[in-house]
T-cell receptor
Framework: SAVISQKPSRDICQRGTSLTIQCQVDSQVTMMFWYRQQPGQSLTLIAT?????????ESGFVIDKFPISRPNLTFSTLTVSNMSPEDSSIYLCSVEWVSNYGYTFGSGTRLTVV | GDSVTQMEGPVTLSEEAFLTINCTYT??????LFWYVQYPGEGLQLLLK?????DKGSNKGFEATYRKETTSFHLEKGSVQVSDSAVYFC???????????????FGKGTKLSVIP
């Protein structure tokens, strides 16, 4: 299975600013996913990112707020823009691996907006 | 659409007690089923999985059997330890069945606390 390096692991940000989260995978993967986990809640899919195409966003999430880049098969970024305290959450990236079917997650980015 | 229903927590058990966390699902195809575990302050780790009916996933003393007739995938462990304290998520994916849903659909999670 793939190994994901996600950073930063945590950050405290001022409202109105933006934070970019990076995920680096140790092998080439087709599908990458970005999730949000609000405090004490389950995971909600933000978007699916394929290399070379626009990310596909889930209902309630928009590109202007959560722009995503996927420049190659091993890397993706998620930006949380114009942050407010309601954006305080854990953000996780995930990849699908096909050979031994399943999904691996990054260790998460714990974001606090003040 | 796909959905996963997990038993509500939190669950508190004494060390060496038997654990069951119930999970049922609704899916359009024949999904693959997963249990993930999230230890305090960490990301999600795959605990076990099953990709077809009657498959049993197992890992670290945990087991779950894919029951198509009852659309269930209950997590069990015969003797829990303090180190098992974590949040457990049941999840499904319709990816392999060709139903077109590529991502995981998660239950709400069950927080387990094991006391000495």
């Amino acid at each position: 299975s793939a190994v994901i390096s996600q950073k930063p692991s945590r950050d405290i940000c001022q409202r109105g600013t933006s934070l970019t989260i990076q995920c680096q995978v140790d092998s080439q993967v087709t599908m990458m996913f970005w999730y949000r986990q609000q405090p004490g809640q389950s995971l909600t899919l933000i978007a699916t990112a394929n290399q070379g195409s626009e990310a596909t966003y889930e209902s309630g999430f928009v590109i202007d707020k959560f722009p995503i880049s996927r420049p190659n098969l091993t890397f993706s970024t998620l930006t949380v823009s114009n942050m407010s305290p309601e954006d305080s959450s854990i953000y996780l990236c995930s990849v699908e691996w096909v050979s031994n079917y399943g999904y691996t997650f990054g260790s998460g980015t714990r974001l606090t907006v003040v | 659409g796909d959905s996963v229903t997990q038993m509500e927590g939190p669950v508190t058990l004494s060390e060496e007690a038997f654990l069951t966390i119930n999970c049922t699902y609704t899916a359009t195809g024949y999904p693959s089923l997963f249990w993930y575990v999230q230890y305090p302050g960490e990301g999600l780790q795959l605990l076990l999985k099953a990709t077809k009916a009657d498959d049993k996933g197992s890992n670290k003393g945990f087991e779950a059997t894919y029951r198509k007739e009852t659309t269930s995938f209950h997590l069990e462990k015969g003797s829990v330890q303090v180190s098992d304290s974590a949040v457990y998520f049941c999840a499904l994916s319709d990816r392999q069945s060709g139903a077109g849903s590529y991502q995981l659909t998660f239950g709400k999670g069950t927080k387990l606390s094991v006391i000495p």
